[in-house]
């Protein structure tokens, strides 16, 4: 089973609101990844879990906060958004740390008004 | 850091044609993944080939790793096979889990 599984496939959502995304995998892979893309833009990677410690923060601002809470499972939680924050919200897995292969969720696509 | 260039940025085809994509990259690598977006966003995993030749049925890909570039071969396209195709590596000199995605193929297949 190659599957990376995201909820909700579509999320819309107010400035004042506090939403949450949320990633699963059941390959026993030990690192998980957020990656954000803009319309006819590549991936842009956000965050890096591996064995459930925060290994790569982006620069991204605190209005996205990651939480992995086992090794399946990889939230995002949003607050306080902006409209430019609108885009395809792309979760992956790998193996290990290196020389691993990404597999990718389907993502899901988020609409700040 | 490291820079990818996949080309060409659009290409339009007939069904039944064949075509290469080609990505370049400017320093070594320890992974090199090709992926198919499809019009849902889906990142389709196609190949990982950070060196030498796969074929996956109609698909296929090479990576020359000391000449530093990856082709992707399309033989009897599809409509199916329309998207986003991207290249990605994993730069030998940076983060190990870092994968640097060039600004892909935009490949439409008419029926």
């Known amino acids: 089973d190659t599957e990376v599984t995201q909820t909700p496939k579509h999320l819309v959502m107010g400035m004042t609101n506090k939403k949450s995304l949320k990633c699963e995998q059941h390959?026993?892979?030990?690192?998980m990844y957020w990656y954000k893309q803009k319309a006819k833009k590549p991936p842009e990677l956000m965050f890096v879990?591996?064995?459930?410690?925060?290994?790569i923060n982006e620069s991204v601002p605190s209005r996205f906060s990651p939480e992995c809470p086992n090794s399946s499972l990889l939230n995002l939680h949003l607050h306080a958004l902006q409209p430019e924050d609108s885009a395809l919200y792309l979760c992956?897995?790998?193996?290990?740390?290196?020389?691993?292969?990404?597999?990718f969720g389907p993502g899901t696509r988020l609409t700040v008004l | 850091g490291i820079q990818v260039e996949q080309s060409p940025p659009d290409l339009i085809l007939q069904e039944g044609a064949n075509s290469t994509l080609r990505c370049n990259f400017s320093d070594s690598v320890n992974n090199l993944q090709w992926f198919h977006q499809n019009p849902w966003g889906q990142l389709i995993n196609l190949f990982y080939?950070?060196?030498g030749t796969k074929q996956n049925g109609r698909l296929s890909a090479t990576t020359v790793a000391t000449e530093r570039y990856s082709l992707l071969y399309i033989s009897s396209s599809q409509t199916t096979d329309s998207g986003v195709y991207f290249c990605a590596v994993e730069y030998s000199g940076g983060s190990n889990y870092k994968l640097t995605f060039g600004k892909g193929t935009l490949l439409t297949v008419n029926p």
């Open positions: 080939i950070p060196s």
């Open positions: 879990y591996s064995y459930e410690k925060l290994s």
């Open positions: 992956a897995s790998t193996q290990g740390v290196a020389y691993n292969e990404q597999f």
């Open positions: 390959m026993g892979h030990r690192a």
